[in-house]
């Protein structure tokens, strides 16, 4: 109980933490793309994206200890590097590490796209659910990022920039369109996703009924709110990416797929 209410704590203070703290300019020489391209949200298939993680099912062991879902909006908010909040849930390294190294020994034939990534984590943990999402949202956030590296790994301008073209939300689903920043687009679904399962599996106990709708609100916000709050308030550069309210969806969807598999 006492970590289901920390979230209420932590979520706000990240959020405005998020807001306000400018990334290094290191960053930039990552993340820029080589391309325009176009907007990331032209090249998602919601349906299909659901479609093709609900059929790992069969491979998911049991559920795990699933964050609650304030705690997964706190670490969505913002890198835990700019901050010393408590995190609410453990991210296991090792797992994480080995993720990684999978996928980037997939990626030499192609970028992997969602699906891929699920069923690496689910195998990287042994087939239990909420340690795979956790696995994903950390991972592939601090390889496109380097900015969780108090509670996952170090990583190099070097790996990350080989990252980005590890992993796909869009070239995996045969569009004609190139992302800005591939590796972005993935960590902006994964982590929406990990908060849609944390609010989801906790939907019929009283804090969720207390948080649910509060975080369902913030997280369709998320893309307006950063626009607002990150860029035009606190003057910050960026753009906004399309995948985070189509990975929240996706994360309720998949968590409840697995809460109730007879409505399957």
């Known amino acids: 109980m006492l970590k289901e209410l920390e979230g209420f704590v932590t979520s706000p203070v990240a959020i405005l933490y998020g807001a306000k703290i400018k990334y290094p300019d290191r960053l930039q020489k990552v993340i820029k793309p080589d391309s325009p391209g176009v907007p990331s949200e032209y090249c ?27 705690s997964a909006l706190a670490f969505a908010a913002c890198f ?14 090792e797992a994480s590490l080995a993720f990684v190294s999978s996928v980037l020994a997939q990626s030499k034939d192609g970028p ?3 699906a891929g990534l699920y069923e690496t984590a689910l195998e ?51 569009s004609r369109y190139t992302a800005k920043d591939p590796a972005g687009d993935v960590y902006h679904l994964l982590e ?17 009924r207390v948080s649910g709708k509060p975080i369902d609100t913030l997280s369709w916000a998320i893309p307006e709110a950063t626009r607002v709050l990150r860029y035009n308030i606190c003057r910050h550069e ?19 797929s697995l809460r109730s598999p007879e409505n399957n």
């Not at 960026?238 to 309210?245: E, L």
């Open 80 to 93: 835990t590097d700019f901050h010393r909040l408590p995190l609410g849930f453990d991210i296991d390294r």
């Open 192 to 208: 929406a996703c990990l908060v849609g399962a944390g609010r989801q599996m906790e939907i019929d106990s009283v804090i969720g």
């Open 238 to 256: 960026g753009s906004v990416h399309g995948t985070d309210v189509v990975g929240y969806e996706t994360g309720r969807a998949l968590a409840e």
């Open 112 to 114: 992997v796209n969602v």
């Open 124 to 174: 990287v943990t042994d087939g239990n659910f909420a340690n795979a999402l956790i696995t994903l949202a950390a991972a592939t956030r601090q390889m496109a990022r380097a900015q969780d590296t108090r509670v996952t790994f170090p990583v190099t301008a070097r790996q990350m920039k080989a990252w980005q073209k590890a992993v796909s939300v869009s070239m995996a689903y045969n």
């Open 44 to 70: 998602i298939s919601p349906e299909r994206i659901f479609e093709d993680l609900v059929s790992l099912n069969p491979k998911v062991r049991e559920i795990g200890n699933m964050p609650s879902g304030t």
